[in-house]
């Protein structure tokens, strides 16, 4: 499958992406650098003291200065040094920690958005202008049309409050003590793929129509073929391609979409650093946490186009 | 077209339902008293991370209320806000000067790895501190100042384990030459001159007054605090592992010298972030309490209404009045270094004067505290600048800065203005992260308005930029405030006024420094607590005959605890010991 001209699309692209790693790392340095005030400052240290800190943070040399020691410990030794809040916590490590937690959490989003999209769009198809499509149809409509936090605090709403004799607050219970299982992962993966798996579902609806009406499944009904055979053999895989082709945009959308839904679940991952860290100001961290996202979004689009090998076997690199 | 069997269509909906409800169950406390619960486990949640827990740099609320349970000074401050022995075995001996301090420790007194805690204990944790305080830039190093040779410490400039080195070798560069210890259970301070305030400030929680033990930090000399191998403290529990900005976990010490001796056996901490997130999850039973670790002020009003109008919750909610005071400040003070200049300067002299009363008569006070806060999570601030609750208050509408009186605010204004040129493009500046500071400017706006007749123009700032031009004096009235570090009448003035602290061109908000007001803040510092208690409130009729201020709020705090936890609150300043908190059954 991974022909030679397969690797060295990769090798090219690996170094594009980290190219491309180290130019966000470099615009953020010098942009959360110009934001007013630092992690350091407060009301009641000021004057020398305040000196005395930037000083011990090495944050009063020139910006030039600070930045070719950044780069030099951020290639030579994937350093990309420490908190300036939280004293001593280094920040490649919790970086790497949160990054992990955010792709279980996209992970399990994207199983959402490709399970349920498939089978929304799959039933839709096979039960065209039946209550059933109406149904599903609609649902993708809503689903696509609202943005994922609406979705989020709505089923916050119902299972967190309405239900919670029943669920007793599964998704806030534990969620600081994060364990990444299932009770924790599946309401916010939902609330993150459930966008996604509605524009899937319209696309592969769409896409399904068009080959349900070829001539080969037409002879593999009269072959006598079972439908589910029919279906899932036959028409999804050719009916795939093109949903294939959106899953390089929707990964990065659940990649960004994390930012909203972590911070609305409390979940520890990257999203929620993201956000907190431009709060505070902590500089090093804002710069770590882009450049994972950088580096993600780098490596989902590689991998979709690697997909497209293992589906269509017309395409090669 | 062949529909599909319907065996298949179950299936893959029976498949997309299940994923869906998978995971939801789970389950529920029922709170209820009696005896003491098998699982003496403590949860509760905060909103950030510890920034440090080492005393000699802790400076956020968050390192000090949790370091309060790891670590331990020579005196501390009890419930009420005395200061009590703690190491020490008794309050120190002050010599007839007041320059000498003898302490006597006492003799059960260990670490939580075992070794005993001696004088020498103390020699190395004060040093490292004042040698600290220079070359990291600490806010609280100055709390030892008062002890002959900090300065020569302070002006250490080496960090890390060379630093160590030198506090090892007991070098002079690092090492304060009053601090003596003539046997293994007495230390000696001396004082370059008498400071009735000193004993407050070196027993600040997590602070540069507490013990440390040099096997351990010298270990790692900046991060041993955050190894729990290494993090080794005096105080009731230790920590058993942390996961940064995620998840702490601490347990009791067997055999704590102190009291009283610990119940809970362990104390879970989670690292959210919203508030009101927190209460939700406290509400749905993941949490024993929710406001400790300093995280009190953090909760929405609506979510406190919300509570008070919850049967089974009410009971829950305690309102503690904090440590901060919110005003708004003037610029008295207009020369090179200070251009902001102002119809309210000191030199504007009666007329400057009727102006400022005119503005701070204007303004209701109660109403204000109704408006941006529900009167639930701040108090109309009646009792002068220090906060209610503290030592130095005037009490409960003895300020008279704080009385609403639109007639008399709006005659002054005509007298001192009759024309209507000096209050002409007025501009009242602040910082808006806090929306509390948002909503009080613009209130202020409506008010001075409505009362006065006067448009003053808001201009919001970021918080850096806001800070650095009001200290240098770039606003003619700002928002202003301060959060206390220590129950003592001192932190405050010597925080905010008087040529000692850099004013009018340095260090200064407001400006405001008078010969009488420095000469009698001098003699106040220097006398015990009790003869220079009457001195601090001359001071503060000082600023409000002047009227350097117009009082606003002050902070309240917001706790919520479950009716089977006992021992838990909190004074102005820190939460109750979780040495003090039990856990019954439910």
Not at chain 1, 40 to 63: C, M, R, S, T, V
Not at chain 1, 69 to 93: H, Q, Y
Not at chain 2, 427 to 451: C, G, H, M, R
Request: glycine share 10%; charged share 15%.
């Amino acid at each position: 499958m991974f022909t030679r001209g397969t690797l060295i699309f990769i090798g090219q692209r690996v170094v594009l992406i980290a190219f491309t790693v180290l130019a966000v790392s470099s615009i953020v340095f010098l942009g959360i650098h110009r934001l007013p005030g630092d992690a350091l400052f407060n009301e009641h240290l000021h004057g020398e003291q305040y000196a005395l800190l930037l000083h011990h943070y090495n944050l009063d040399k020139p910006l030039l200065v600070q930045y070719r020691d950044f780069m030099i410990a951020l290639v030579t030794r994937g350093d990309l040094g420490e908190s300036l809040v939280n004293r001593g916590v280094k920040i490649t490590p919790l970086v790497l920690r949160e990054l992990g937690i955010s792709v279980e959490v996209g992970g399990f989003a994207l199983v959402f958005t490709i399970g349920l999209g498939l089978l929304f769009g799959v039933v839709a198809s096979v039960r065209q202008n039946t209550w059933v499509d109406y149904v599903l149809s609609t649902t993708s409509v809503i689903g696509y049309s609202m943005p994922n936090f609406v979705i989020a605090s709505f089923l916050i709403l119902v299972f967190g409050k309405w239900l919670e004799g029943v669920t007793g607050g599964t998704f806030y219970y534990q969620l600081g003590a994060w364990k990444g299982d299932i009770g924790q992962l599946w309401l916010p993966a939902f609330a993150l793929g459930f966008p996604y798996a509605s524009i899937v579902a319209r696309l592969t609806r769409a896409s399904m129509l068009e080959v349900i009406r070829q001539d080969y499944i037409r002879t593999a009904r009269a072959k006598g073929l079972r439908e589910t055979v029919i279906v899932a053999r036959h028409a999804l895989r050719n009916a795939l391609i093109p949903v294939i082709t959106i899953l390089g945009p929707l990964a990065i959308g659940i990649i960004t979409g994390s930012v909203v839904i972590e911070n609305l679940f409390g979940i520890p991952g990257l999203g929620k650093e993201f956000a907190q860290s431009i709060l505070n100001r902590d500089y090093f961290i804002v710069i770590g946490v882009f450049t994972m996202y950088a580096a993600m979004v780098g490596l989902a689009n590689l991998v979709v186009d690697l997909l497209y090998v293992v589906i269509d076997p017309r395409i090669r690199y | 077209m062949t529909p599909l069997s319907s065996r298949f269509l179950k299936a893959l909906c029976v498949g997309g339902a299940a994923s869906l409800v998978l995971g939801a169950c789970g389950g529920s406390n029922t709170p209820g008293t009696g005896g003491l619960a098998a699982d003496q486990t403590l949860k509760f949640p905060i909103l950030d991370d510890y920034a440090t827990l080492d005393p000699a740099v802790a400076d956020a609320e968050t390192d000090q209320e949790i370091g309060q349970n790891m670590f331990n000074g020579l005196v501390k401050f009890d419930n009420s806000l005395n200061v009590v022995p703690d190491i020490a075995a008794s309050m120190p001996a002050v010599s007839s000067d007041g320059l000498t301090y003898t302490f006597t420790l006492r003799k059960d007194v260990t670490f939580s790895n075992g070794d005993k805690v001696t004088s020498k204990d103390v020699l190395y944790s004060w040093n490292r501190a004042a040698s600290m305080s220079g070359a990291y830039g600490t806010s609280y190093g100055g709390n030892l100042s008062p002890i002959v040779g900090y300065s020569t410490a302070s002006g250490n400039k080496v960090v890390g384990a060379k630093l160590e080195t030198l506090l090892e070798a007991k070098d002079p560069t690092v090492t304060m030459s009053g601090l003596t210890a003539p046997d293994d259970y007495t230390v000696v301070a001396k004082l370059k001159s008498p400071a009735g305030w000193w004993l407050s400030a070196i027993a600040l929680t997590d602070s540069t007054g507490m013990v440390v033990d040099q096997n351990a930090v010298k270990q790692d000399f900046d991060n041993w605090w955050s190894n729990p191998a290494t993090a080794i403290g005096t105080g009731p529990f230790k920590m058993t592992s942390r996961i940064a900005k995620q998840s702490e976990d601490f347990a009791a010490v067997s055999n704590w010298w102190g009291s009283p001796k610990p119940t809970l056996t362990k104390v879970h901490i989670d690292v959210l972030q919203s508030a009101a997130s927190a209460i939700t999850a406290y509400e749905q039973g993941s949490y024993d309490l929710y406001g400790y670790g300093g995280w009190s002020q953090a909760a929405g009003v609506a979510d406190i209404k919300r509570i008070q109008a919850t049967a089974n919750e009410k009971d829950q909610l305690l309102l503690q009045p904090k440590v901060r005071t919110t005003w708004v400040t003037f610029n008295m003070v207009s020369d090179a270094s200070r251009t902001g200049g102002g119809p309210f300067t000191l030199a504007g002299g009666q007329t400057a004067h009727d102006l400022r009363m005119a503005f701070a008569l204007a303004v209701d006070k109660k109403k204000l505290a109704e408006v941006v806060c529900g009167n639930i999570l701040c108090s109309a601030a009646t009792g002068g600048l220090i906060t209610k609750g503290l030592t130095g208050y005037l009490g409960d509408g003895a300020d008279p800065l704080a009385a609403y009186d639109p007639v008399k605010a709006k005659a002054l204004l005509k007298s001192a203005d009759p024309t209507g040129t000096k209050t002409a493009n007025l501009t009242y500046a602040y910082d808006p992260e806090t929306p509390i500071f948002k909503d009080s400017a613009v209130f202020l706006q409506d008010q001075w308005q409505t009362n006065l007749g006067v448009k003053v123009n808001l201009i919001a700032v970021s918080h850096h930029a806001f800070i650095l031009a009001r200290l240098a004096g770039k606003y003619s009235f700002s928002r202003d405030g301060w959060q206390a570090d220590y129950n003592h009448p001192q932190d405050w003035f010597s925080g905010l006024y008087g040529s000692a602290l850099g004013c009018p061109d340095s260090g200064c908000t407001s400006g405001y420094s008078t010969p009488a007001f420095d000469a009698l803040l001098a003699k106040a510092n220097a006398e015990p607590l009790d003869a220079a208690l009457p001195d601090y409130k001359a001071l503060s009729q000082m600023l409000i005959s002047d009227v350097v201020y117009i009082p606003l709020f002050y902070s309240v705090g917001a706790f919520l605890i479950k009716p089977y936890v006992s021992g838990a609150g909190s004074n102005n300043f820190v939460d109750y010991s979780w040495a003090n908190i039990q856990i019954h059954s439910h």
